[in-house]
């Protein structure tokens, strides 16, 4: 399995790494996407971020990020929820010298139920959160990833992507997300935001609700899919996003089994 794991990130919440499994990551030479929430960024000093980034950086392995999403609003038609949004993730963003990340993972947060009538506010809201974001990315050379979740299609996504001609911004596609709260077909948020697809969360569920399954274990066409990325031509990072610590082992299996990278 580690020829697959080497070209691969796995889904780490910081303080899983911090209290427990950084030794098991460094041995099993596991590329990790860390994860913050509130608790993390305010729980843990600089040191301890410090001692963590060295280790791993010290053992040759590659970074990502996924910021923290929890309450976050950064279209927010309210001034003051786009302030604590910015606050949270410059927190994190703070964190990028340490680690050196490839990519900070970030949750654009379009929900039509939500912005009613104001699509056209949210859009603009959130240019200006993600110019701040993108100024910063730039100078410490990494990129942000912006991820889909309640979108049920590309479209909003898509403009605000397109806002942005730069390669330190990209769209982060996740399987699971796109499995339960999609209205349209895969083939449509392909030819949407297929050209700026930079990374990718892989999990799998029913269609019914974000259960993280391992791959194969659900509904999502993942051979289709990464079928029509090479289509595109798009070489995304890819994230094995599971939330229990015996999932990314199966993950792994059912990626060799079904020959997901071409094995």
């Known amino acids: ?11 780490v919440p910081f303080h899983f790494l911090h209290d427990t499994f950084l030794p ?21 000093k600089k040191d301890d971020y410090r001692r963590v980034a060295d280790e791993l950086l010290g053992a040759g392995l590659t970074i990502t990020f996924h910021a923290p999403f929890m309450d976050l609003r950064p279209g927010a038609i309210d001034p003051k929820i786009r302030q604590v949004t ?5 927190q994190v963003f703070d ?11 970030c949750h654009a947060s379009f929900d039509k139920r939500y912005y009613v009538s ?13 110019k701040h974001f993108l100024t910063r990315a730039v100078e410490m050379n990494t990129v942000v990833a ?16 397109d806002a942005f001609a730069s390669p330190h911004i990209c769209f982060c596609f996740d399987t699971g997300h796109f499995n339960v709260f999609s209205a349209t077909p895969l083939e449509e948020w392909i030819n949407g935001v297929g ?38 031509g798009c070489q995304p990072i ?14 792994l299996e059912n990626i060799r089994a079904i020959g997901l990278f071409g094995e």
């Open 86 to 90: 910015t606050e949270r993730l410059n």
């Open 24 to 44: 098991k990551v460094i041995k099993e030479g596991i590329n990790p996407e860390i994860s913050f929430n509130h608790y993390t960024l305010d729980h843990f």
């Open 118 to 130: 104001n699509e056209k506010i949210w859009l603009e809201n959130s240019i200006e959160t993600w």
């Open 95 to 105: 964190l990028v010298p340490l680690f050196r990340p490839r990519t900070v993972v």
């Open 238 to 251: 890819v994230t094995v996003e599971s939330h229990s610590e015996k999932h990314p082992w199966r993950m």
């Open 195 to 232: 050209a700026r697809i930079g990374q990718v969360h892989i999990h799998d569920n029913n269609g019914l609700s974000d259960e993280h399954l391992p791959v194969g274990e659900g509904t999502f066409p993942f051979q289709k899919f990464f079928a029509l990325l090479r289509e595109k």
């Open 1 to 11: 399995m580690h020829d697959i794991l080497k070209n691969i990130q796995v889904h």
């Open 146 to 161: 912006l991820e889909n979740v309640y979108e049920s299609d590309s479209l909003h996504l898509a403009l605000l992507l």
